[in-house]
């Protein structure tokens, strides 16, 4: 079974619900959930935000953490997911922030570079990655990492 069907599956038996917030997965994520038949029972919806403007605009990034910390931090990952939960009323958000390449890399972010946030009721918190593949890789073992990262929060979900 892969991941998004097990996703739906247990966010269905437990009743639970799920926005997403994406900007180098461009709604891979979304697009993967969607794929399982019955996953608008789970899904309420996502928000890609590409630009900085989306990010502030539609999911309440602060424009200070963009100007502090890059698009592609911590902070920013936190601010996604939360701005995608509050505003789709969802129990769990993801987002996913990165450097999916050819190019952007720095010393300092390194292409791959990967942030992906949670969000839920009881707060948020973020995992850092840097993939070693190539852009359509480094997109992909982001969306399998998300996935990974929800079904983790729904199994600790009575």
Not at 43 to 69: C, P, T, W
Not at 85 to 109: M, Q
Request: with cysteine; aromatic share 4%.
């Amino acid at each position: 079974m892969n991941l998004e069907q097990q996703l739906v599956d247990l966010f269905t038996r437990k009743g639970l619900t799920i926005a997403t917030a994406e900007s180098c997965t461009g709604g891979l994520v979304a697009g993967r959930i969607t794929d399982v038949p019955g996953s608008s029972a789970v899904l309420l919806g996502g928000i890609v935000s590409y630009s900085n403007e989306a990010k502030a605009r539609l999911l309440g990034v602060s424009h200070d953490a963009l100007l502090q910390n890059g698009a592609v931090s911590e902070e920013v990952a936190l601010q996604m997911a939360r701005g995608a939960r509050e505003r789709l009323g969802a129990d769990v958000a993801v987002s996913i922030t990165g450097i999916a390449g050819p190019d952007g890399g720095t010393p300092e972010k390194p292409l791959g570079l990967t942030w992906i946030g949670l969000s839920d009721e009881q707060g948020d918190r973020a995992e850092r990655f840097v993939w070693e593949s190539d852009r359509a890789g480094n997109r992909e073992q982001s969306v399998a990492a998300a996935l990974n990262m929800l079904i983790a929060w729904g199994e600790s979900q009575p």
